[in-house]
């Protein structure tokens, strides 16, 4: 069984010490409990290919969220974002049968963000984007990013759309008060980075985003960020309020939503999120290097799901949302 894994990172130390510069007192983008040894994050090559056997990893779908470009100057993340996907499309191209790549966007100019994603799919072979979070505290909806859904809905491409820190008025207002470690790990991967990224999810709805691009697709990691589990909810409480969307709720979330366990191989919620969204709705992920497990083959291969859906969560989901060619 094929394994292809679409939430597995890297990045350039060189474009690493440009960002630095530029975004000197921010804080890292992950707890340094999660920081793997840099040589794994920066290894595009056969010491990660060496580990992905070890994984039982056939194709990673490779991405940088560490830059932070959504937290630069529009002027200098316009071209590191450029660079950075020339190097990794130069990468891809030396082993184009184990790595695949989501293009990083320069989304403080959408504009420019627009015109490097169709660069990056139709000039370098990218799958899509990855976008880590907010841009200058506005979600994807606020209209000035539409250059950005309608580039991806045109190219027919996904976006993934990945945890970051929240807002500073958020950390304040909701986890601070705390030991600082905890504060920490509370306000990110404990729990802040998920909701975070869900409530973006859910205001992409109901501000209308998929009424207006029918098309677009988004993948969300860690089983839907919290989604799922209140889907229900989310569709009886939102309904009535929302006369101005042309379908339910729940509908853009089953309908232009794809999910990613990133890492978190529990059965309890792979099992609810393969009751609500069936396995057309789910693919692999694992978070490297930030996790790194030999359980990742074995838990969807233990799974009590029919050989069918293993499949189309293995492999063939992704085949097909990438446009990857079947190994």
């Known amino acids: 069984m094929n394994i292809i894994t679409l939430e597995e990172h890297f990045q350039f130390p060189e474009i690493q010490r440009v960002v630095a510069k530029y975004l000197p007192d921010q804080p890292a983008f992950h707890q340094a409990a999660y920081d793997p040894p840099l040589a794994q994050l920066e290894d595009l090559g056969e010491g990660r290919i060496q580990r992905m056997d070890a994984m039982g990893i056939d194709v990673q779908v490779l991405s940088n969220t560490s830059a932070r470009l959504p937290a630069l100057p529009a002027a200098e993340a316009v071209p590191l974002a450029r660079e950075m996907n020339d190097r990794l499309a130069a990468a891809i191209a030396v082993h184009p049968d184990r790595f695949a790549g989501f293009a990083a966007l320069p989304t403080p100019d959408p504009e420019a963000a627009a015109d490097e994603l169709e660069r990056a799919v139709r000039t370098l072979g990218l799958k899509g984007a990855l976008i880590a979070g907010r841009t200058n505290g506005r979600f994807l909806d606020d209209p000035a990013f539409r250059p950005i859904l309608a580039a991806a809905e045109a190219l027919n491409v996904p976006l993934y759309l990945h945890p970051a820190v929240p807002p500073q008025a958020v ?138 859906d293993r499949t189309k969560i293995a492999h063939q989901n992704a085949e097909l949302v990438l446009k990857l060619a079947p190994r």
């Open 171 to 308: 950390v304040d207002a909701c986890y601070a008060d705390l030991d600082p470690a905890i504060s920490l790990s509370f306000a990110t991967a404990g729990w802040s980075w998920h909701l975070e990224t869900g409530i973006h999810a859910l205001h992409m709805i109901l501000a209308g985003v998929f009424d207006r691009y029918p098309g677009l697709q988004l993948i969300l990691g860690h089983w839907g960020e919290m989604i799922p589990f209140y889907l229900a909810r989310f569709d009886e409480a939102l309904r009535p309020v929302t006369k101005h969307l042309q379908r339910p709720v729940a509908d853009y979330f089953l309908q232009q939503m794809y999910v990613t366990p990133s890492g978190m191989f529990t059965l309890p919620p792979f099992i609810l999120t393969h009751q609500i969204m069936g396995a057309e709705r789910i693919m692999y992920s694992v978070d490297y290097p930030y996790i790194q497990t030999e359980h990742a083959r074995a838990f969807l291969e233990q799974a009590p799901i029919s050989p069918a």
